[in-house]
């Protein structure tokens, strides 16, 4: 029994022990949530030190407002007025631009190829070389095919003599038969061997014209002007009318085509003004828009608008004279669509984007700024085409400095732009 109460008595000592842990735990957090609410409610009020009256003791209550300490209402034109820079609206005719990305293609492409097989006897060109259509590229070992139209030739020779036989006899029975001399039947038989002759001295005449065309296709030239590309075939090769590589690749670089996209909004002024007969203005640039590559025109569209992107693809021709466009160039491209006439323009700078749409603040007579809606037309450069009803042409807008203020704002203009 005494070892029963032994284990009871700790038991008990335990128990005891952890409910004075829970009480004190409990009154712990007790004073911290007094503490944080009285923390709280100090730190969301401040003292309106206009309600305390000249004399009142300290320690008396002091009136609370319900704003943070710091805030101030400015109200609508309260305060110093706002630096900003201006511009003027001008009238001005502004150019509808498409901006793209364009891939440079040769107008057309050819691999030269030889179209008999032979020997490569030798290169009369230059790897990268401007050549003109039908200009010597290379030469074949000719002697078998010139000893197969020395066949053919002969051939024909030998038929022609037998056809001229032939047809002196018929002459000379026809004039027998005249003299009833003859039996008909062999004047008939004699023309048709005649008629047999001038068929086989015409199938001669062919074998002899395909053994000159063979011999003509040792001579290989240029089917188009272009740009020539790394020969394929060294000199003393085995060259064959299947090879896929060919001898060399021409490219024709002028003038040099570009093939762009632009969104389908604007497809039916591209076809209006194509079947007008109008000309589409196309600049290439650079990658960077610094240098211009070159000027042309569009020359033709695709057949379908891309479903994926919502694009029509259109081909233009560039002046490529001085050789600095190349096939598979990158390319900036801007089309010109249209211009706007005698449009109101301001500095792309004074266009601001809110939720409502776009809009310029406009600088009044008062020194106040007006919040002011636009409709966007086209960009020029650093200038912004624009239509509203409520601008004319000499209002100054904010240029710099918009983004601190709101209609009805006062403002000091620090630097206005020339006109």
Known sequence: MSLFLQLRFKHLVAVGLLAVAVAAAVWRFADLQSLWQQYASAGNTAVDKSAVKPGDKPGDK??????????????????????????????????????????????????????????LKSLRFTEGQQVQSGQLLAEIDSRAFDAQLNQALGQLARDNAQLLNAQLDLQRYQDLLKKDAIARQQVETQAALVSQLQG?????????????????????TAPISGRLGLKQAELGSLVRAGDANGLVTITQTQPMAVVFAVP????????????????????????????????????????????????????????????????????????????????????????????????????????????????????????????????????????????????????????????
């Open 200 to 220: 086989t001295v015409q199938a001669d005449q062919a074998q002899v014209d395909t053994a000159r065309l063979q011999l003509s296709y040792t001579r290989v």
């Open 264 to 419: 389908e909004i604007h497809v039916s002024l591209i076809m209006r003004k194509l079947k007008a007969g109008q000309p589409l203005t196309v600049h290439a640039w650079d990658r960077e828009r610094k240098q211009k590559l070159a000027n042309g025109r569009v020359s033709t569209t695709d057949n379908a608008i891309d479903l994926a992107t919502g694009t029509l693809k259109l081909k233009a021709a560039l002046d490529n004279r001085d050789g600095q466009l190349f096939p598979n160039q990158f390319a900036q491209i801007e089309l010109q669509l249209d211009t706007l006439k005698n449009t109101l323009a301001v500095p792309t700078a004074s266009v601001q984007r809110g939720a409502q749409g776009n809009f310029v603040l406009v600088v009044q007579d008062d020194g106040t700024v007006k919040s002011v809606a636009v409709q966007l037309l086209a960009v020029q450069e650093d200038r912004q085409a624009i239509q509203s009803d409520e601008l004319k042409e000499g209002d100054s807008v904010v240029t710099d400095g918009a983004d601190r203020l709101r209609s009805g704002s006062k403002v000091e203009v620090v630097k206005a732009a020339k006109p």
């Open 62 to 119: 002091a009136k609370y407002t319900g704003g943070r300490p710091g805030n101030k209402d400015m109200g609508e034109g309260g305060g110093k007025p706002t630096p900003v820079s201006t511009a003027q609206i001008k009238r001005m005719d502004m150019q509808i631009n498409v901006q793209a990305l364009g891939t440079m293609t040769a107008m057309n492409t050819a691999v030269v190829r030889s179209q008999v097989d032979g020997v």
